[in-house]
């Protein structure tokens, strides 16, 4: 398997850590190597964990501030799915997307479409509002939730909390 070098990143992230005085350690290239690595969205717990697999010697603490590095670096940005937790995804050379989760399995799906991105811009431009940054949240249920929902109701032979009744006769 190839190595990924993430060239690039490496150096973005050794410029910043040494704007702010720190040192470069391997642990914080191991933490940055197996986030880039990652292309998913995380929790900082999730990404001990995937690092724990490769040097359990490295605490939770630094991980979490090496994301904190990441973020301020560029690097990672925050999204949240509204469940109360703080996840990290790419954002350098990553696209703006949206998204829409879940709320059965918590998968994540990314989406991105210019119509509503410029339908956004016109409605901040009508308020006389200078959009910096926004997160587009879909809520629902994935394909799969559907399919189980849809299964758990013909087996029990109840009826469907949410009924779409008919078409509009004429
Ligand atoms: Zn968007
Ligand atoms: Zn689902
Ligand atoms: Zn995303």
Redesign the pocket.
């Known amino acids: 398997m190839k190595r990924e070098e993430f060239t690039e990143e490496k150096e973005i992230f050794e410029q910043h850590i040494r704007k702010k005085g720190l040192r470069r350690t391997a642990q914080r290239d191991l933490i940055l190597e197996i986030f880039l690595r990652t292309e998913d969205h995380l929790s900082s717990e999730d990404l001990y964990w995937l690092v724990q697999k490769e040097d359990p010697s490295i605490g939770y603490t630094t991980v979490y501030r090496t994301l904190k590095l990441l973020t301020e670096a560029g690097l990672a940005r925050e999204v949240r799915f509204g469940d109360g937790k703080t996840y990290y995804e790419h954002h350098y050379k990553h696209q703006h997307h949206d998204h829409m989760i879940?709320?059965?399995?918590?998968?994540v799906i990314e989406f991105y479409s210019p119509e509503i991105e410029a339908l956004q811009d016109e409605m901040a431009a009508k308020y006389n509002f200078k959009p910096i940054y926004h997160n587009l949240r879909i809520l629902g249920?994935?394909?799969?939730?559907q399919e189980k929902a849809q299964e758990v109701i013909t087996a029990s032979g109840a009826q469907p909390k949410v009924r779409i009744v008919g078409r509009v006769i004429k």
């Open positions: 879940c709320t059965e399995c918590g998968r249920l994935c394909a799969e939730c």
